[in-house]
């Protein structure tokens, strides 16, 4: 058995020998690449890098671009959100999470469940508030 010619696929365009194609194909040796490409459903190396560029250009640059007669207007398409302000020794989780203990008087009680996972021989809790409504009889659930 000869070698086995395999696709690389990375994060760059696929590449597959022409050999490999003409054996799942079944195409005959004067089938161009490109058409052994579009049989399998690859899309041809070309088309790709021009379709990678053009999102680069208005997604990532800004910029407006137009691609197979269609414009690509930047201002059409939602921005990523910027990276968060807080900078990582300004940040305390003890202002942001509750350890137990006393919280504010309005506050309504709450149920608290646990699926029991112990992490170093503790139960670890997770709480959070459940709107219940009062029941309309007392001793009977609503």
Do not use: W
């Amino acid at each position: 058995m000869g070698p086995q010619h395999h696709c690389q696929t990375t994060k760059t365009p696929v590449f597959c020998p022409k050999k490999f194609l003409l054996n799942i194909t079944g195409a005959y040796n004067t089938t161009p690449t490109a058409a052994l490409q579009v049989i399998e459903g690859l899309m041809p190396l070309h088309i790709k890098a021009k379709m990678q560029s053009t999102l680069v250009r208005v997604g990532r640059l800004g910029r407006n671009c137009d691609y197979q007669d269609i414009y690509f207007d930047h201002e059409s398409y939602e921005q990523p959100s910027p990276p968060s302000t807080i900078h990582p020794a300004l940040f305390s989780l003890e202002d942001r999470v509750s350890q137990g203990g006393q919280g504010p008087a309005n506050r309504t009680p709450i149920k608290v469940y646990t699926d029991g996972l112990k992490i170093n021989d503790q139960t670890a809790v997770l709480s959070v508030p459940l709107q219940t409504k009062p029941s309309l009889k007392p001793g009977k659930p609503s």
